[in-house]
């Protein structure tokens, strides 16, 4: 089946009406070495497969390819020094990989579970994950790809970190991901500028939903030009089982 053309799709990046996949690539930025460390190969293969096979299968429109290093590789590299170490990691929506495929190549130690619903999207992963085993010298990733819905994976999954960029207000994203997070973990949701608006206005549902101390920070300090925005809770052991009991 042939996927749909992303909506930013512009008549000139199309060839009979599938996006071209054929963009220049955007150049890398001197600071990806420091981000990235061990996962920089893998990170230029990623770059590659987005800008190209990304672009056909629909899963990154062909206007983000020029920005594909500095708004969304590294703004999602960043969020890695969140994450424990040796911690899994379930990136919920996770679409292009992103955050979660990036997480997978910058932090070798962390175990990545990527959850889409979309089939288009999933076989993308595959694609992806398949793509950067095959290219990158070293271990395979700990990477596995799951088509479910993230409220559908409640007792199902469970993760010391739940990531998630631009998937849903912090109301909806927090009943569908607090049952996902293991008792002591947190919840790292990738927002914008409005991080700190949606934490005054859906504190209260992350408490009903057993999310504990909701904070914005800011990942990439010191390294990059925009620095990325999350909003990070916690989940309490006794509010967790609590949960897990009703």
Partial sequence: MTAP????????????????????????????????????????????????????????????????????VLNCAVVAELVPEGAVVLDVGSGAGLPGLVLALARPDLE?????????????????????????????????????????????????????????PLDRLARWCAPLVAPGGQLLAVKGGTAADEVAAHGEALRRAGLLEPEVLTCGDGLLDEVTTVVRARVGARSARARRRS
């Fill in 5 to 72: 053309p992303p909506e930013d799709a512009a008549p000139e990046d199309l060839v009979d009406g599938r996006p071209s996949g054929d963009g220049e690539l955007p150049d890398e930025p001197e600071v990806a070495a420091q981000v990235l460390g061990p996962g920089l190969e893998g990170a230029r293969v990623l770059v590659r497969e987005l800008a190209g096979e990304g672009v056909v299968r629909g899963v990154i429109g062909p206007r983000e390819v020029p920005r594909l290093w500095s708004r969304h």
């Fill in 112 to 168: 990545l579970v990527l959850v889409d619903s979309a089939l288009r999207r999933v076989r993308w992963l595959e694609h992806a994950v398949e793509v950067l085993d095959a290219a990158v010298p070293g271990p395979d990733l700990r990477v596995r790809v799951v088509r479910a819905r993230a409220e559908e994976l409640a007792g199902h999954e469970e993760a010391d970190v739940v990531t998630s960029r631009a998937v849903a």
